[in-house]
């Protein structure tokens, strides 16, 4: 083995090594709404020259599900799967159509379609798809119960939900099965999560049902967050997947993601920095002026 070719094996070994780990994203605070505070947001890093031997597989993203993928916010994921660049020089990019996610979805699923994965897709049983779920869930929205703090209403089963008035906010994401249940159960619907809300603080609904981290994030944005409650634990899991096509199901790097989503180390991770998101949000708007119809609920509280 001649001096080029040991000095180039020495680079690779620096290459992977965590002491020279590379960073595929980065975190920056942006006014995205004219809020008066910053919100994160997460951008992935590539270059063509990071690894001479890097694999690239792309996923489509919904670009409205922040903090899972978001066109305008990114992705908390980014930092997660980055460590398998480090690991095995696998790069994970998540993608956003310019127009239509369903339309995508739909040519996807019909195998009409160039994309090689989606990223955050709930369980359909379609018939027509060929395309594989990556088992285990990455991760779950959980669909939790929303009450004002002066309000306290008994459940035990979902069925017990019958006896109240309740809404869903058309805005969140929910599965169709999920849906389904709602109206069954009487849940209606609202337009947003902020007339859902609204109808709440004022007495109009007993409860909301609302996905737990993209529900918190508006509760913080409004300054709601004191004049509620959550229920401990979630009605409702839809659970997220990677969905692939068929002919990279069984390659030896799916197998690597699948045993890594698996892994304790990916779950803590997970969850630390879905916390951290909250504890952003719960900082960036100390001192937000909650709506004018909060100081209706006050005087109905105070009588």
Same mark, same amino acid.
Request: hydrophobic content about 35%.
């Given at each position: 083995?001649?001096?080029?070719?040991?000095?180039c094996?020495? $680079?690779? $070994?620096?290459a992977?090594s965590p002491a020279n780990a590379?960073n595929l994203?980065?975190?920056?605070?942006?006014?995205?709404?004219n809020?008066?505070?910053? +919100?994160p947001?997460?951008?992935?890093?590539? =270059?063509?020259?990071?690894?001479p031997? +890097?694999?690239?597989?792309?996923?489509?993203?919904?670009?409205?599900n922040?903090?899972y993928?978001?066109?305008?916010?990114?992705s908390?994921?980014?930092?997660?799967?980055?460590?398998?660049?480090?690991?095995?020089?696998?790069?994970?990019?998540i993608?956003?159509?310019k127009?239509d996610?369903?339309?995508?979805l739909?040519?996807?699923?019909?195998?009409?379609?160039?994309?090689?994965?989606?990223f955050?897709? @709930?369980f359909?049983?379609s018939?027509y798809?060929?395309?594989?779920?990556?088992?285990?869930a990455?991760?779950?929205?959980?669909?939790h119960l929303?009450? =004002?703090?002066?309000?306290?209403i008994?459940?035990?089963t979902?069925?017990?939900?019958k006896?109240y008035?309740?809404v869903?906010p058309?805005?969140d994401k929910f599965e169709e099965t999920?849906l389904?249940?709602?109206k069954?159960?009487?849940?209606?619907?609202?337009?947003?999560?902020?007339?859902?809300?609204?109808d709440?603080?004022?007495?109009?609904?007993?409860?909301v049902v609302?996905?737990y981290y993209?529900?918190q994030i508006?509760?913080y944005?409004l300054?709601?967050?004191?004049?509620?409650?959550? =229920?401990?634990t979630? $009605?409702?899991?839809? @659970?997220?997947?990677?969905?692939?096509? @068929?002919?990279i199901?069984?390659?030896?790097?799916?197998?690597?993601i699948?045993?890594?989503?698996k892994?304790p180390s990916?779950k803590?991770k997970?969850d630390?920095?879905?916390a951290?998101?909250?504890?952003?949000?719960?900082?960036?708007t100390?001192?937000?002026i909650?709506?004018?119809y909060?100081n209706?609920?006050? =005087?109905v509280?105070?009588?």
């Open positions: 083995m001649n001096f080029a070719k040991i000095l094996a020495l $680079i690779c $070994i620096l992977i590379i994203y980065k975190v920056k605070e942006v006014d995205l709404d809020l008066g505070y910053k +919100q947001v997460y951008r992935q890093k590539y =270059s063509d020259s990071m690894h031997d +890097q694999i690239r597989i792309d996923f489509l993203g919904d670009p409205d922040f903090p993928t978001s066109k305008r916010q990114g908390i994921f980014y930092e997660l799967f980055s460590e398998l660049f480090n690991d095995r020089h696998l790069y994970i990019e993608t956003y159509p127009k996610y369903q339309a995508e739909y040519k996807f699923e019909n195998n009409i379609s160039e994309l090689k994965g989606v955050g897709m @709930p359909y049983n018939k798809s060929k395309n594989v779920y990556v088992y285990p990455f991760a779950d929205i959980g669909i929303i009450t =004002s703090r002066d309000k306290n008994d459940i035990q979902k069925e017990d939900l006896k008035k309740g869903y058309k805005d999920v389904k249940d709602f069954r159960l009487g849940i209606l619907e609202r337009e947003t999560f902020d007339y859902a809300i609204e709440l603080l004022t007495g109009k609904v007993d409860f609302a996905s993209r529900s508006k509760l944005k300054g709601l967050m004191n004049y509620i409650n959550y =229920s401990l979630p $009605i409702w899991k839809i @659970p997220l997947f990677l969905k692939v096509n @068929p002919r199901a069984k390659t030896k790097n799916i197998e690597y699948r045993q890594y989503i892994s990916f803590q997970r630390r920095l879905l951290n998101i909250l504890e952003i949000y719960r900082e960036k100390k001192g937000v909650p709506p004018t909060i209706s609920l006050q =005087s509280v105070e009588e």
